[in-house]
């Protein structure tokens, strides 16, 4: 049986350099969040911290979805784009709902 | 034939299944339109898979976010995590993810010998970062702190547990696909498996940014 590639949108766009350029963007923002919790500790204000843990790890995400998951804004990704929008939505409205109800409870609770 | 466009192939996936339906004679075209239409819509149903497996994590951490303060008397995060040891596990699992990326390299050029190799390599790294993190589990439940200590601990183990279920699941996965592809070959349906394989690792390597960030990292301030 003779077998040939088959063609998947994003995934035959595949390519080394999007790989290694995906890798190199994951270890800084990887090298980031973590040099700052291990020297800044105590250092720099905690504030400034959370700030810079939660922006390395979102720019991590998205970086890993464009150049790993081979997600962006062609035609042929708007299904898959519009599908993890939608999760998007509905964990945000879970999470930050059970944040609000959860702290809300807690303080009324003390 | 191999060199097709990604507009040829979305017009082609509900072109080609019309013209069996009509009774053409289906070419060797058809044919191949015929696979890569399949194997398109299984890719985008494993994709909404990924996507219900997102709604479950979010709930768990959610879980543990509620959970995180609640120490019961039982140690934090401070006492428990280990950041050094925490960077080399989160490198086993992202250098794995690079390596998969590999994998669908070689599967482009229909490279068998690639494939398995960079299959057995990320199988190898995936396993590292797993034993690295049954190793942490055991001494934390050998010291007492269990997830019975308190309801941070609950929450950490239900959510790092589910995690590490779910990389433990894709190694097995990937053995099987080692066999598979090393005894059929880079067939249309192997070719379909390993692209949702790699789709579910680099997912899982995609959650683990958020593990280490709010649980370790946080957890440790």
Redesign the interface.
């Known amino acids: 049986m003779h077998n040939e590639a088959v063609h998947i949108p994003g995934i035959s766009h595949a390519s080394l350099k999007g790989y290694i350029v995906g890798f190199i963007v994951s270890i800084v923002l990887t090298v980031i969040p973590f040099a700052l919790v291990i020297y800044g500790r105590g250092a720099i204000s905690a504030d400034w911290i959370y700030g810079g843990l939660a922006l390395a790890a979102v720019a991590q995400i998205v970086g890993q979805l464009h150049y790993f998951l081979h997600l962006d804004r062609s035609s042929d990704q708007t299904w898959n784009v519009q599908a993890i929008l939608l999760t998007g939505l509905i964990v945000g409205i879970m999470v930050c709902g059970s944040l609000w109800i959860m702290t809300v409870l807690h303080s009324r609770m003390m | 034939?191999?060199t097709?466009t990604?507009?040829d192939?979305?017009v082609a996936a509900g072109y080609s299944v019309k013209e069996h339906a009509a009774g053409h004679s289906a070419s060797q075209e058809h044919e191949?339109h015929g696979?890569?239409a399949a194997?398109?819509r299984t890719?985008?149903g494993f994709?909404?898979y990924i996507?219900t497996d997102?709604?479950l994590f979010?709930?768990v951490?959610?879980g543990f976010?509620?959970m995180s303060h609640r120490y019961a008397g039982g140690p934090t995060g401070k006492e428990l995590f280990d950041?050094p040891y925490l960077?080399g596990e989160?490198?086993f699992l992202?250098?794995s993810?690079?390596t998969y990326?590999?994998v669908?390299?070689a599967?482009?050029?229909?490279n068998k010998g690639g494939v398995v190799g960079w299959l057995m390599v990320t199988f190898l790294l995936g396993l590292g970062f797993i034993s690295m993190e049954v190793n942490e589990f055991y001494h934390m439940v050998a010291a007492g702190n269990g997830p019975d200590r308190s309801g941070f601990l609950t929450g950490f183990f239900t959510l790092v547990g589910t995690h590490g279920a779910h990389v433990t699941l894709g190694l097995v996965w990937m053995a099987t696909m080692i066999f598979m592809v090393m005894k059929k070959?880079?067939?249309?349906q192997n070719?379909?498996r390993l692209?949702r394989l790699?789709?579910f690792w680099?997912?899982l390597?995609?959650v683990w940014?958020?593990v280490?960030?709010?649980v370790y990292?946080?957890g440790?301030?």
């Open positions: 034939m191999t097709k990604v507009a192939l979305s191949d696979h890569a194997i398109s890719v985008d994709w909404l996507m997102c709604i979010a709930t951490f959610t976010a509620v950041l960077f989160t490198m992202l250098v993810s690079v990326g590999f669908v390299l599967m482009n050029r229909m070959g880079l067939t249309p070719q379909s692209i790699s789709m680099h997912f390597d995609v940014i958020g280490f960030t709010i990292l946080r440790v301030m």
